[in-house]
C-alpha cells in the first residue's frame, strides 16, 4: 500500500521557519515528481514546490520563491520541504503529492497544518 504521510505542521510566528516531511512507502518513486500543495481556509488548493526524485530538477510558486527549498533523501525515502520567512498568508494544510511522470498515478497525504500567527 503506498503512503504518503506529511508532519512537521504547527504554530510559529511570522518570521519564523518550519521543515516539513514526507515520508514515503509502499513504492519506490525514481519516476515520479514529488510536490507540495496547500490549502488555505476558504481557497482552492495551490502548487508550492515540486522536485523530480531522480535528478533533484525543482520549480517552486512565485509565492515562496526565496524562501522555501525543497529537498529529497533517497535514503530515508523523504522529500522534505523547509519553509523560512514565514508570513500569516502561509497558513495552511500542506499536502504531499507525488505524480508519475507517465501515466495518470498521483497520490496524496492526508495533510499538515500549518498556521503562521502575526
Known amino acids: 500500500q503506498v503512503q504518503l504521510v506529511e508532519s512537521g505542521g504547527g504554530l510559529v510566528q511570522a518570521g519564523g521557519s518550519l521543515r516539513l516531511s514526507c515520508a514515503t512507502s509502499g513504492r519506490t518513486f525514481s519516476n515520479y515528481a514529488m510536490a507540495w500543495f496547500r490549502r488555505a481556509p476558504g481557497k482552492e488548493r495551490e502548487f508550492v514546490a515540486a522536485?523530480?526524485?531522480?535528478?533533484?530538477?525543482?520549480a517552486y510558486a512565485k509565492s515562496v520563491k526565496g524562501r522555501a527549498t525543497i529537498s529529497r533523501d533517497n535514503a530515508k525515502n523523504t522529500v522534505y520541504l523547509q519553509m523560512n520567512s514565514l508570513k500569516p498568508e502561509d497558513t495552511a494544510v500542506y499536502y504531499c503529492n507525488a505524480r508519475a511522470l507517465i501515466g495518470i498515478t498521483n497520490y496524496w497525504g492526508q495533510g499538515t497544518q500549518v498556521t503562521v500567527s502575526s
Open positions: 522536485i523530480m526524485w531522480s535528478g533533484g530538477n525543482t
